[in-house]
């Protein structure tokens, strides 16, 4: 099975590649993938036990002319607007959508209800504090990149914008492209390490352990 995988992240930084907006429904080719994208294929390829070239993204649909991304997925009409593709050839046969805890203890639960109804097999994923935590969170592919540099020891004890902000102070310093250091973290981090350090990262692998039955038959 080649699963067609529809994801939604609030910030582009997360979902921005290079060239023009996806088109909605529409294949998108490797160049167009930002690091979420990158960090999911993997987690997905991982929990369902098929190859990373399997999983296939789509454009996500838009509202207005404009990507649905940010504040507009904690808005239940908006989310599941998101969500409901009319057209089967357009339809995803997964949903993935990465939304940040920002301080709020009840989001997960929250942006989960708010489409727990609809018939599209999907994960919510809610990093704590926000999905630059994520890519942080194993130091060794930055090092790599960059050398020596100070990395905090509690990721998910970080205040919200946080991480956001070293992501973006170790580009500067290391002269290097955000989206560039972005993606090279999405594919190089130790999921394991990931997972250790954050537990929100740890639920949503596990979480899409669970889609195996759904989507392939049989024992998860």
Known sequence: ??????????????????????????????????A???LVRRVLAAAWGIPLAAVRFI??????????????LLDRETLRQALSFG??????DFAVVLV???????????????????????????????FEAWLI??????????????????????????AKALLAGWASSGNVAEIELRRTLASQCDLDDVAHRCAAFARFRND??????????GAP
Do not use: W
Request: proline share 10%; aromatic share 2%; net charge neutral.
């Open 1 to 34: 099975m080649n699963p067609r995988v529809v994801l939604y992240a609030e910030g582009g930084n997360e979902t921005g590649g290079s060239g023009p907006p996806p088109t909605p429904g529409a294949e998108m080719h490797d160049d167009a993938l930002g």
């Open 36 to 38: 979420a994208h990158l």
């Open 59 to 72: 454009g996500p649909l838009r509202r207005r002319g404009v990507v649905i991304r940010g504040s507009q």
């Open 87 to 92: 057209s089967e050839r357009r339809r995803p």
């Open 100 to 130: 940040d805890e920002d301080g709020d203890d009840a989001r997960h639960r929250t942006v989960d209800g708010h489409v727990a109804d609809l018939p599209l097999p999907r994960v919510v994923g809610c990093a704590v504090r926000e």
């Open 137 to 162: 969170a194993d130091h060794a592919p930055v090092r790599a990149m960059l050398g020596p540099l100070q990395a905090p020891a509690s990721i998910e004890q970080l205040r919200p914008t946080e």
């Open 208 to 217: 899409v352990g669970r889609s195996k039955t759904t989507l392939f038959g």
